[in-house]
Every structure is written in C-alpha cells, then in structure tokens.
C-alpha cells in the first residue's frame, strides 16, 4: 500500500518509477554522482567561436563539422550543425559515419565534387586517427577551454583544420538542487567527459568540490565502480548514452527526462521535467515511503501480539482450545 501510494506521488511530483521496488534502494545511497552537460547544465549548447587554422577558412571549418555532426545526437553536435547550417552551400552530405560516444564523430562529408574524411571532436581523438595538432591550434584550445568553453577540434584529409568553441549554461535550479541533496546527507561528485577546467568551473557555480573529469564513457562506470568498492552506495544522476552504463552500475540511477532514451531505459527512475530538484524529491520520498512501510510492519507486528487469543476467563486449559477437543469420537463400530 505504501509503495503505491509512494510511486503516486512520486508521478504527481514528475518522478517515474521503473518498479515501486526502487524506492527501497535510495535508503543507503551516500553519494551522488551528477553528470555535467545536460543534467547540472541545460545541455543547450550553443556555437561561440569558430577559429580556422592558418590558410583554412572558419566557414568551411563550421560546415565540415556541421555536416558530419548533424549525425549525432550529442547535445555539442545539435549545436554545431545548427549554426552551420547558416553558413553559405548549408549542410552538406555525408556517409559512413561513425560515433565514438564521448570523444567525437567521423565520416565522409561531399562538399560539391570533393570527397573528405572529416574528423571532429576531442584532440586525443584527432590524434588517435593520425591528425597532428599545430601550436596554433592547441594554444586555442587552452584559450577556449580557460574560458570554461568546450572546444570541438575539426580536421579533414590528415590536418587539423580549426576549432569550433561551444557552450551551455547551468541551469538556474542546479545549485538549489545541490545544497538540497546535501541537506539529505548526501555528497555531491561532478563526473564528466568534458575538461578540467570546465568541470571546476561548472562545480565551483553549483556548490560541488569533488570532480572526476575527461573520463570516457567506461571510465564513467570505472569511477562508479571504484566508489562503490569504497564501500558507498552511490546514486547516479544523467541524461546522456555516454551516461547509460554508469546509470546501470549505479545503486541507484536516475535519468532526466530531457535526455536521451538510453540513460532513461537504463535508469531507476525517471526526472520527467529534467529539473535537478526533483532528484533531492525523490530521494526524500523513498525515505518517506520507507518510514511509513516500517511503521505500518511495527503497528501490524504490535496489534497481531497484542491480540493473541488467551483463554477465556474461568475456564481451564481442558476447555481450550475449544470445541475441536469435546466433539464426539467417531465410533469404531
Ligand atoms: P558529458 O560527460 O559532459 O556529458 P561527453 O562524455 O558526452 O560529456 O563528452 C565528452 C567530450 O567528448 C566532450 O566534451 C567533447 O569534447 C567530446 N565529444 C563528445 N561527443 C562529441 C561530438 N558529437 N562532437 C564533438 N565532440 C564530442
Ligand atoms: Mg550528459
């Protein structure tokens, strides 16, 4: 009874409830590991800057990436291929492309007659596909990324060709959010694939100290693991795929409803309207729910011992327990 009545209010408060089984599991969760972009952040990003390496042209920079993000779901792709869509000749083919969840995207973008293999996302990822960085770019993306922007490095044919500087915004309720699940006992880690800085940039706004950044998206599950094996119950808060096999290892797992489908087929629970809030919510519910599903076990426990049959005064155990004893015994004839 009380569970339903939990999983009900958990809807009227826009927490989703994979099985009313899940509101056991937030009792001994310590720790909170919250994912940046999309869930401590509106995951809304937008394109800041474009810089063109020497002899390339930031337009055709922006339309490279665009065309071969507009093949990824990730929120830094949506924004790229947006504002390159504005850019002269649009967006244009692609094919074989491929996404490396947490480090960037590839494939073949036919710009008119020429062929490209383009490349677009993390330095480490251009340098595992043999694209060299130039100073020049990498002094951008120190500069971008001290800025607290995150920078998408774009190369096609063997040579880094610019860099597209992108950005979102915390969203107004996270740090609200934050000093609430820490109201609740619990302690507040940022994990994220985006860098250092950012994420110390990120966490210092919202209130958080510990921070586990760069991490790919098995090292996202690593660090869950590892606090785990710290003997922490750990409850993980995410919106992205990179996000999905973290919120499966995590005691407890919960999407935001404004991500992608997997985090939410992997999660626990469900925060519909993607508000960080909602996660102290449904913290504090379960707790509820629990407090009410031992105090109903106590009173049923205490009414069953309290009313246990006893004999009915003046009568000794012969007459007990009843009229079983005086019935007639069956003749044997
Ligand atoms: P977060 O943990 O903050 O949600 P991700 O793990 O999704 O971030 O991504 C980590 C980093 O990988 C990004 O900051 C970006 O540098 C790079 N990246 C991921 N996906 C893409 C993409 N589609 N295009 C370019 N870069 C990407
Ligand atoms: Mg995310």
Redesign the pocket.
């Known amino acids: 009874m009380a569970l339903m009545v939990g999983t009900g209010r958990g809807a009227q408060l826009g927490i989703l409830l994979r099985g009313p089984e899940v509101l056991e599991s937030t009792r001994r969760v310590e720790v909170i590991v919250l ?4 869930t401590i952040t509106t995951g809304v990003m937008s394109v800041r800057d474009v810089v063109a390496a020497q002899g390339e042209s930031a337009n055709e920079v922006l339309r490279m990436a665009g065309s071969l ?1 507009h093949g ?1 779901e ?1 929120p ?2 949506r924004a790229i291929a947006d504002a390159a869509a504005h850019v002269p000749g649009g967006l244009a083919p692609i094919s074989d492309f491929t ?1 490396a969840q ?4 590839e494939g073949v973008v036919t710009a008119g007659e020429r062929r490209h293999v383009v490349v ?3 330095a480490e990822f251009l340098r595992e596909r043999g694209i060299g960085l130039p100073d020049e770019i990498v002094a951008t993306l120190a500069e971008a990324e001290a800025g607290g922007a ?1 920078a ?1 490095t774009v190369g096609w044919d063997g040579l880094a060709r610019g860099v597209v500087v992108v950005g979102d915004t915390v969203k107004p309720t996270s740090a609200q959010a934050i000093s609430d699940l820490r109201g609740l006992g619990l302690r507040p880690v940022l994990l ?3 860098n250092e800085i950012v994420a110390r940039r990120v966490a210092a706004e919202v209130g958080i100290d510990e921070v586990i950044a760069g991490v790919l ?1 098995e090292g996202k599950v690593e660090a869950i693991r590892e606090l785990q094996q710290r003997g922490r119950a750990v409850a993980m808060v995410g919106d ?1 795929v ?1 996000d999905a096999a973290a919120l499966a290892q995590a005691d407890l797992g919960l999407a935001m409803g404004t991500g992608t489908d997997a985090a939410i087929a992997a999660a626990d629970l469900t925060l519909v309207r993607g508000d960080l809030r909602a996660a102290g919510d449904a913290i504090r519910l379960s707790r509820a729910t629990l407090a009410t599903i031992k105090g109903n076990l106590f009173w049923a426990f205490a009414y069953n011992v309290a009313a246990l049959p006893s004999p009915p005064p003046g009568c000794s155990t012969r007459c007990w327990p009843g009229p079983r004893w005086r019935s007639p015994r069956p003749s044997s004839s």
Do not use: F, L, Q
């Not at 994912?35 to 999309?38: I, L, R, V, W």
């Open positions: 994912d940046k972009t999309g993000e990824s990730h830094i792709a996404s947490g480090r960037g995207v677009a996302g993390r995150t998408v994220t694939g985006d998206p992205g990179n």
